[in-house]
């Protein structure tokens, strides 16, 4: 399974990388309704805000060579039986331009201490770090690795969610059941890392500011759903960061990768759902990948 969850990641962001040259309706009438942003955020700013994550995409061009939209690492299911992985994996970091944490991981011991030291190299390096699954639950017992880092991203569901907030913010969580401020007072805790909490609405933060993503998406939960988000969130995180905050018009570049990763995520849930229902597995949202990124940001 470990192997899988890192191949489903990998998939998207092969897809991701590869040409996307599919032309889909233009969806202007749908994602009013379909996006809702913290509440003060108008209707107009949510569509707009899908538009800023069209603004950080590359363009296709016949004139790049492979790699240069970006190269992402993925760390999932690693080499646990080699003690040097992290000289292995510190060859490949000058190479790359994201990392992507956690899929598949588990939580051998050895092998944790092995993600420690990639963790360190490549904030060393300033890579942004995608963090999910047991890499988060290594982050729940050592905040210390990722405060303050800029760049890391942090993409728990519920359960990962409570136990950072416990780990980090303690007696002092908010009991209130007000989960934007939820979001808000564990990114700060930890120094402005962005969250994205993975749920019914997925809920995102900087610290600063609040966005919900609530498209589409259906009521089918499917192992390996996660990958797809963390996967394409290790591509967007790069061109957002690439592009800077004049494409994203002020808003943290990293903050629009996310709501464009829970964006195809749900997009991609929604129309596997429609064609294969309760059977539908991340298999059938991977296909759909290609399609649903078309719909979003190239319509
Ligand atoms: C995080 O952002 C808040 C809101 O802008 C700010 O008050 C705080 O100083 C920031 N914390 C860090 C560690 O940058």
Redesign the pocket.
């Known amino acids: 399974m470990a192997t899988l969850a890192a191949v489903a990641g990998a998939a998207v962001v092969a897809l991701l990388s590869a040409a996307l040259a599919l032309y889909g309706p233009p969806l202007d009438a749908v994602l009013g309704r379909a996006f809702s942003l913290h509440k003060a955020r108008s209707m107009k700013n949510m569509a707009d805000t899908l538009q800023l994550v069209r603004n950080i995409i590359p363009p296709l061009s016949t004139k790049k060579h492979k790699g240069q939209d970006g190269r992402i690492g993925i760390v999932g299911g690693c080499q646990e039986d080699s003690p040097d992985a992290v000289h292995d994996v510190e060859k490949w970091l000058p190479r790359l331009h994201a990392l992507v944490v956690g899929p598949g991981l588990g939580r051998d011991s050895t092998l944790l201490d092995n993600v420690k030291g990639i963790l360190e190299a490549s904030k060393a390096r300033d890579i942004p770090i995608v963090i999910d699954a047991d890499g988060l639950w290594l982050i729940a017992q050592q905040p210390a690795l990722i405060q303050?880092y800029q760049k890391a991203i942090l993409t728990p569901n519920h359960a990962e969610f409570s136990r950072l907030s416990d780990a980090v913010l303690g007696d002092a969580k908010d009991s209130s059941s007000d989960r934007p401020r939820a979001e808000l007072s564990l990114?700060?805790a930890l120094?402005?890392v962005t969250v994205v909490h993975k749920g019914e609405r997925d809920v995102i933060s900087?610290?600063?500011q609040v966005l919900e993503c609530s498209r589409g998406g259906s009521s089918r939960r499917c192992g390996g759903q996660g990958d797809l988000l963390s996967g394409s969130l290790g591509v967007l995180a790069h061109w957002a960061l690439r592009a800077g905050p004049e494409k994203t018009n002020g808003l943290s570049p990293l903050l629009v990768a996310a709501f464009g990763a829970c964006s195809l995520t749900r997009q991609c849930s929604h129309q596997a759902f429609q064609k294969h229902g309760r059977s539908t597995t991340t298999t059938d949202m991977v296909a759909e990948v290609g399609p649903a990124f078309s719909r979003l940001f190239e319509a």
């Open positions: 303050g990114s700060q120094g402005n900087d610290g600063k």
